[in-house]
């Protein structure tokens, strides 16, 4: 077991059974993330739930969550993963934006702005180099390599591309993958 995971494992929200965080990069507010059961976070992980403005920030991945290398998971207000979804190495997830509208003041010197609450379904797949700011996933949904997802995908689809679009629905009618 990583010995960062031991030692500060009591700090963490909850940690359930069989849980295990390998090598993290960087944890902020770690007394408000929340690991479900039987989760694996990969090397090189930045999670954090800091509040702005003083409100509370939550961040709770659910039981059976794979989070590939190098994930970065930032939660000003809420985000939540829900059970068995498997991410990628490489991919962003962040209920928040920096602030650009004023041209006079350089964008990293203006405010971070919050966004919607982040939930990513259960049983959903994330690959490679996925971005979700502000948007939530439904269930069993697959988002595509590279995909920048800022709006809300419905349950059950595969979407792709910067902006993600969907390409496909399951259709329970006719118990199959139709392209929309």
């Known amino acids: 077991m990583d010995c960062f995971f031991f030692l500060f494992k009591k700090r963490f929200k909850y940690v359930g059974k069989g849980s ?7 944890i902020d507010g770690i007394e408000s993330i929340s690991i479900g059961e039987n989760v694996t ?3 090189g992980a930045w999670l954090a739930a800091v509040p702005l403005c003083g409100d509370a920030a939550s961040l709770i ?4 969550t794979i989070l590939g290398h190098n994930n970065h998971i930032y939660a000003t207000k809420e985000v939540i993963v ?4 498997l991410t990628a190495d490489k991919v962003y997830i962040g209920d928040n934006s920096h602030s650009y509208e004023d041209v006079n003041i350089p964008i990293s010197q203006q405010p971070i702005k919050q966004l919607s609450t982040v939930r990513i379904g259960d049983d959903s797949w994330l690959g490679e180099n996925v971005c979700i ?8 949904c697959v988002i595509g390599a590279n995909s920048v997802v800022t709006k809300d995908i419905p349950d059950y689809c595969v979407a792709v591309g910067s902006p993600a679009k969907v390409i ?3 259709d329970p009618i006719v118990n199959r993958w139709e392209k929309v």
């Open 20 to 26: 295990v965080v390998l090598k993290p990069l960087k």
């Open 41 to 43: 976070i990969h090397e």
């Open 61 to 64: 991945l659910g039981d059976g």
């Open 82 to 85: 829900g059970k068995n979804v």
């Open 133 to 140: 700011i502000g948007a939530s996933i439904g269930k069993h």
């Open 168 to 170: 496909r629905k399951y």
